[in-house]
């Protein structure tokens, strides 16, 4: 009888489709991010406020009777209305502002240079006065000279925020642009989503327990974000911008969109810039007006992030603080201002992979020692 001997090419064949497969179906996926990489950040963006107004898209698709298309443009045309509108309008009044600036500072940096004295030492309440001397001395005695260092300070802060505002006016168009892919993706996102969300799930090879544990990690984050760093920092830029305004300070919409960025970085916060204009509007011998934004900014403006925050956070998100801040930061330098949201949903991810391990491991730990316990407890071969 002649043996039967297998053909090895028969048993690789399925390992060269796999290999081919992947590799070809990798290859595809990233030529298709070179061609969504343009849109990326109003598809992105589309999501977030998807995710976000959810439950607005519900009650729009209960009012309409099941109609997607209906509730879709209904939501779509709302969130258009209260975001979209009132984002141009206030971006439009930052560039002007924004451009403003840059003589402004040149403006101050000369009157330092031509007397300093004037500028800062005589407008100076009497024990100020002395503790600015003292702090003078002392600075330069360490190689620092305060005046120099204010002067570039000042020159070097009208540059970057006249380059925004002539950024801001620059790329309106690509804005615009930006804004219609947001909205077309936000209609079909609200009508399709769950269909999409459903498919692309199912192409995970996870178990559903895991699947269903990430998604939900992701969704408590970006919910946590979007509505507990974004909607408190907004309310603190509002509620400063209104404080600069009443102090009759310059560039209020500015100081207030700068009080707003920095309230989402954490440990840092909007004591940032309302500290500083404060403090610069009393080196100005403007005393009640700076006293009455160091106070405004004390008890109203940071004291509202500790009320704000957990009333709308909760414990959603469950990152850690130290997290958070180097997600933010990090996301932020790697990302632009997208990275808001790519670096606390990142860490988020990382973090939800690790419970996953974790628990696989200690599975596997345990079923580890089980059959060790049964091994050694079992009854002896007979002779």
Same mark, same amino acid.
Do not use: C
């Given at each position: 009888?002649?043996?039967?001997?297998?053909?090895? /090419? &028969?048993?690789? !064949?399925?390992?060269?489709? !796999?290999?081919?497969?992947?590799?070809? =179906?990798?290859?595809?996926?990233?030529?298709?991010?070179?061609?969504?990489?343009?849109?990326?950040?109003?598809?992105?963006?589309?999501?977030?406020?998807?995710?976000?107004?959810?439950?607005?898209?519900?009650?729009?698709?209960?009012? &309409? /009777?099941?109609?997607?298309?209906?509730?879709?443009?209904?939501?779509?045309?709302?969130?258009?209305?209260?975001?979209?509108?009132? #984002?141009?309008?206030?971006?439009?009044?930052?560039?002007?502002?924004?451009?403003?600036?840059?003589?402004?500072?040149?403006?101050?940096?000369?009157?330092?240079?031509?007397? %300093?004295?004037?500028?800062?030492?005589?407008?100076?309440?009497?024990?100020?006065?002395?503790?600015? /001397?003292?702090?003078?001395?002392? $600075?330069?005695?360490? *190689?620092?000279? %305060? /005046?120099?260092?204010?002067? !570039? +300070?000042?020159?070097?802060?009208?540059?970057?925020?006249?380059?925004?505002?002539?950024?801001?006016?620059?790329?309106?168009?690509?804005?615009?642009?930006?804004?219609?892919?947001?909205?077309?993706?936000?209609?079909?996102?609200?009508?399709?989503?769950?269909?999409?969300?459903?498919?692309?799930?199912?192409?995970?090879?996870?178990?559903?327990?895991?699947?269903?544990?990430? $998604?939900?990690?992701?969704?408590?984050?970006? #919910?946590?974000?979007?509505?507990?760093?974004?909607?408190?920092?907004?309310?603190?830029?509002?509620?400063?911008?209104?404080?600069?305004?009443?102090?009759?300070?310059?560039?209020?919409?500015?100081?207030?969109?700068? +009080?707003?960025?920095?309230?989402?970085?954490? =440990?840092?916060?909007?004591?940032?810039?309302?500290?500083?204009?404060?403090?610069?509007?009393?080196? @100005?011998?403007?005393?009640?007006?700076?006293?009455?934004?160091?106070?405004?900014?004390?008890?109203?403006?940071?004291?509202?992030?500790?009320?704000?925050?957990?009333?709308?956070?909760?414990?959603?998100?469950?990152?850690?603080?130290?997290?958070?801040?180097?997600?933010?930061?990090?996301?932020?330098?790697?990302? *632009?201002?997208? *990275?808001?949201?790519?670096?606390?949903? +990142?860490?988020?991810?990382?973090?939800?992979?690790?419970?996953?391990?974790?628990?696989?491991?200690?599975?596997? +730990?345990? @079923?580890?020692?089980?059959?060790?316990? &049964?091994? &050694?407890?079992?009854?002896?071969? $007979?002779?």
């Amino acid at each position: 009888m002649i043996p039967i001997v297998p053909d090895r /090419r &028969s048993e690789a !064949r399925p390992i060269l489709f !796999r290999v081919f497969f992947f590799a070809a =179906f990798g290859f595809l996926l990233y030529q298709l991010l070179r061609i969504v990489a343009p849109f990326l950040s109003g598809i992105l963006l589309a999501i977030t406020l998807a995710l976000v107004f959810y439950p607005l898209h519900t009650r729009f698709l209960r009012w &309409s /009777r099941g109609r997607p298309n209906l509730a879709a443009g209904t939501s779509v045309a709302t969130l258009f209305l209260i975001v979209v509108v009132p #984002t141009l309008f206030f971006l439009a009044l930052l560039g002007r502002q924004a451009a403003a600036i840059y003589p402004w500072a040149q403006e101050q940096v000369q009157e330092v240079r031509t007397n %300093p004295r004037a500028t800062l030492e005589e407008r100076l309440p009497a024990p100020v006065k002395k503790v600015w /001397r003292r702090s003078q001395e002392l $600075l330069i005695q360490a *190689g620092v000279n %305060p /005046r120099d260092t204010l002067l !570039r +300070t000042m020159e070097g802060i009208g540059n970057k925020v006249s380059s925004l505002g002539a950024s801001i006016v620059k790329n309106l168009i690509l804005f615009v642009f930006q804004t219609l892919i947001m909205v077309f993706t936000l209609f079909f996102i609200f009508r399709d989503g769950n269909r999409l969300t459903e498919k692309i799930v199912g192409l995970i090879p996870m178990e559903t327990a895991y699947k269903t544990h990430i $998604l939900n990690r992701l969704n408590q984050t970006l #919910t946590a974000v979007v509505r507990g760093m974004f909607v408190t920092a907004s309310v603190q830029g509002l509620l400063a911008g209104v404080g600069f305004a009443l102090a009759g300070v310059s560039f209020s919409v500015v100081l207030g969109f700068a +009080t707003a960025f920095m309230a989402l970085i954490p =440990f840092i916060g909007a004591t940032a810039v309302w500290l500083p204009v404060g403090v610069y509007l009393i080196l @100005k011998g403007w005393v009640v007006q700076g006293v009455g934004i160091l106070l405004w900014g004390g008890l109203v403006v940071s004291t509202v992030d500790n009320f704000l925050r957990p009333f709308i956070i909760g414990s959603k998100a469950k990152i850690p603080i130290a997290l958070l801040f180097f997600g933010t930061l990090g996301g932020l330098q790697a990302y *632009g201002p997208i *990275g808001l949201l790519v670096g606390p949903l +990142t860490v988020a991810s990382v973090l939800a992979f690790a419970k996953i391990y974790g628990e696989q491991l200690a599975r596997a +730990t345990e @079923k580890k020692e089980i059959s060790s316990i &049964s091994g &050694s407890t079992a009854a002896p071969p $007979l002779p």
